[in-house]
Nanobody, 119 residues
Framework: QVPLVESGGGLVQAGGSLRLSCTAS????????MGWYRQASGRQRELVAT???????NYADSVKGRFTISRDSAKNTVYLQMNSLKPEDTDVYYC?????????????WGQGTQVTVSS
């Protein structure tokens, strides 16, 4: 079973919007901080936004005011609403889940979804 399943990427014009979704198994989602990262070829993966299990959020400066991360416990799903998209937002976006148990860190990644913003 794939632990994280992403959807919602695609091609959009600059100024447009997309919403990414990531669904996790209930055993992972309920105990995890969830996040979105992005990576372009030849670059390091970078944090976009995170949300803790109690709803606290954190954003990269480059997306503050444009992107919103949220989580729905009933659906075991985390969302990334992306508005006012720019060409520099073009990347592969990865969902992440992480928690600690008995001093062991567990981390899971989605398969990645391509977001392309045309100018």
């Amino acid at each position: 079973q794939v632990p994280l399943v992403e959807s919602g990427g695609g091609l959009v014009q600059a100024g447009g919007s997309l919403r990414l979704s990531c669904t996790a198994s209930s055993s992972i989602f309920s105990r995890s901080a969830m996040g979105w990262y992005r990576q372009a070829s030849g670059r390091q993966r970078e944090l976009v936004a995170t949300i803790s299990s109690d709803g606290g959020t954190n954003y990269a400066d480059s997306v503050k005011g444009r992107f919103t991360i949220s989580r729905d416990s009933a659906k075991n799903t985390v969302y990334l609403q992306m508005n006012s998209l720019k060409p520099e937002d073009t990347d592969v976006y990865y969902c992440n889940a992480g928690y600690s148990n008995n001093k062991i860190r567990y981390t899971y990644w989605g398969q990645g979804t391509q977001v392309t913003v045309s100018s």
